[in-house]
C-alpha cells in the first residue's frame, strides 16, 4: 500500500485491485499522469476515464447538480460496482472526460484500494487495466502479463470477486436516467431504488460520442462463437468461424455451457462450464479469467453459450456479444 501510495504521488501508474476488474490508475487531477494510461493502454483519447473517490463525501468535489436521486444512490450502492455520469467540476481536467463537459464517477468496494484512495488528497482515474479492446483484467498476474513493464506497481488484492465492470448511469440529461453499461449491479436493483426505470442508450462505433461503447470490445484473440443454451450449431456454421482448418474433426474446439444437464456437444474437443450450478454470480467473477486462459491454450475456435437474461446475465451476455464481435 505504501509503495502504491507514494508511486501515484509521483505520478506514476499503478494497477489497482477492485471489486469489478483490476484497473490501471493515475492522479485524475494530473494531465500527465493521466496521459500515461492513455499511452500504456493504448487507447484512444476520445474514451474517457471512470475517476474513483473513497465515499460518497468527495462526489460533490469533483461533480456539480447532484440529483437527489444520485446521492441516493450512492448512499445505498457505494462502496461497490456503480458508476454515475454527472456534470463536472473544472478541476477535472479534459483530458480525464475527453472533452466532455461530464465526468464518470464511482466509489470503488475493495478493501485495499477504498485505504489507498482514503490516504490519498487526489482522486484516482482508472480504465480497467487491459491493453484497449482485450479480455478485462480480474487477477493481479492478468496485469503483469501483459502491461507488466507499463506499471510502477501492481497492489495485489487477489482475484476480483464481481468480475464483471461496473454499471454505467448517466444523469447527464435531466429528463431522463440513463443505462449507459450493464455492469456489477443489475438494473432491476438500480431502477428498484430510484423508483423509476433506466432508459437505454444505443451505441454504435460509428459514434464516438457514445464514448468506450464499442461494438467490439474484450475480445480474446482466437476466434469466438456465442450461442444461445438450446442451440444447436450447424458443422458448416461452426467451421465458418474457423480459419484454416477444413474438417471439424481436427478442429479443437472448447465448449463454455452454463446449462449442465444437456449432452456435451460432440464437435467440442473440451468441455467448460461458466459455473458448478448455474449460479450467474460465479459466472461473472469466472468470465474474462476463463475466456483469457482459453485463449492462451490457442483454441481454433471458442464456443460459447449464452447465460439467461436476468440479474448479472444481462451483462455477461454483453460482454459476449462485445468479445464475439469482429470489426
Ligand atoms: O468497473 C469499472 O468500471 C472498471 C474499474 C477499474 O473501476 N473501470 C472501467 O473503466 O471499466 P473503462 O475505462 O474500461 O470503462 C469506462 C467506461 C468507458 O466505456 C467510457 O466510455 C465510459 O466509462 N465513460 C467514462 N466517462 C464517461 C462520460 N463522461 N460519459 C459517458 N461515458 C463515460
Ligand atoms: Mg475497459
Known amino acids: 500500500m505504501g509503495r502504491a501510495k ?5 505520478n506514476g501508474l499503478v494497477a489497482i485491485p477492485t471489486e469489478t476488474v483490476y484497473g490501471l490508475a493515475a492522479n485524475a487531477l494530473n494531465p500527465k499522469a493521466v496521459a500515461r494510461i492513455f499511452e500504456a493502454k493504448q487507447r484512444p483519447s476520445f474514451d474517457p476515464l471512470i475517476i474513483h473517490i473513497p465515499d460518497q463525501s468527495k462526489l460533490d468535489k469533483y461533480a456539480s447538480q447532484i440529483p437527489d436521486k444520485a446521492q441516493k444512490l ?5 462502496p461497490g460496482p456503480l458508476t454515475m455520469v454527472l456534470p463536472k467540476r473544472d478541476v477535472i481536467p479534459d483530458l480525464v472526460t475527453s472533452g466532455l463537459d461530464t465526468v464518470a464517477i464511482r466509489s470503488p468496494r475493495h478493501p485495499l484500494t477504498h485505504q489507498l484512495l482514503q490516504s490519498l488528497d487526489f482522486p484516482l482515474a482508472a480504465p480497467s487495466a ?6 478485462s483484467p480480474t487477477q493481479p498476474a492478468h496485469v503483469a502479463d501483459q502491461l507488466g513493464l507499463e506499471v510502477d506497481y501492481i497492489l495485489d488484492g487477489g482475484p476480483a470477486k464481481v468480475g464483471l465492470e461496473s454499471t454505467i448511469i448517466s444523469f447527464s440529461d435531466p429528463s431522463k436516467i440513463e443505462l449507459l453499461r450493464a455492469g456489477g449491479y443489475p438494473r432491476e436493483e438500480i431502477e428498484e431504488i430510484l423508483g423509476q426505470a ?3 442508450r444505443t451505441h454504435s462505433s460509428s459514434n464516438p460520442r457514445a464514448p468506450g461503447m464499442l461494438v467490439q470490445h474484450y475480445s480474446p484473440h482466437t476466434p469466438l462463437l456465442v450461442i444461445d443454451a438450446d442451440e444447436k450449431p450447424e458443422e458448416a ?4 468461424h474457423i480459419q484454416q482448418v477444413g474438417e471439424i474433426s481436427t478442429a479443437r474446439i472448447a465448449h463454455i455451457a452454463f446449462d449442465l444437464s444437456k449432452p456435451q456437444p460432440n464437435w467440442a474437443s473440451s468441455h467448460y462450464k461458466w459455473s458448478e450450478n448455474g449460479d450467474l454470480r460465479q459466472a461473472a467473477a469466472r468470465l474474462f479469467a476463463l475466456l483469457r486462459t482459453l485463449d492462451q491454450m490457442k483454441y481454433d475456435l471458442i464456443v460459447a453459450e449464452r447465460v439467461p437474461e436476468t440479474g448479472l446475465g444481462t451483462a455477461i451476455n454483453d ?7 469482429r470489426s
Open 6 to 10: 507514494q508511486a501515484l504521488e509521483a
Open 74 to 78: 450512492a448512499e445505498q450502492l457505494w
Open 130 to 135: 487491459n491493453p484497449f479492446g482485450y479480455l
Open 198 to 200: 433506466l432508459s437505454v
Open 237 to 240: 456454421d461452426i467451421l465458418k
Open 319 to 325: 460482454r459476449l456479444a462485445r468479445a464475439a464481435a
